[in-house]
């Protein structure tokens, strides 16, 4: 009886300790994600102000009479 308790306490405490590495990597990619997610946001803004800046460059051209 006492090899059983001891192999279910062992096998709880593999448990625990597994748990508590995937909430470590759970937060540290919860982390990831979110400084990702920033990065997306501005690298759009950039590409939404390049685009604007290209427009305004192309209305500038004239145009030719082929």
Same mark, same amino acid.
């Given at each position: 009886m006492d090899s =059983? &308790? +001891? *192999?279910l =306490? =062992? @096998?709880l405490a593999q448990l &625990? !300790? !597994?748990l508590e590495a995937l909430r470590d990597e759970n937060r540290e990619l919860r982390q990831q994600l979110a400084s990702r997610t +920033?990065?997306? /946001? !501005?690298? *759009? =803004?950039k590409?939404? /102000?390049a685009r604007t800046r290209i427009e305004a460059l192309? @209305?500038?051209i004239p145009e030719t009479e082929s």
């Open positions: =059983e &308790l +001891d *192999g =306490e =062992e @096998k &625990l !300790r !597994r +920033d990065e997306n /946001a !501005r690298l *759009g =803004e590409l939404g /102000a192309l @209305k500038q």
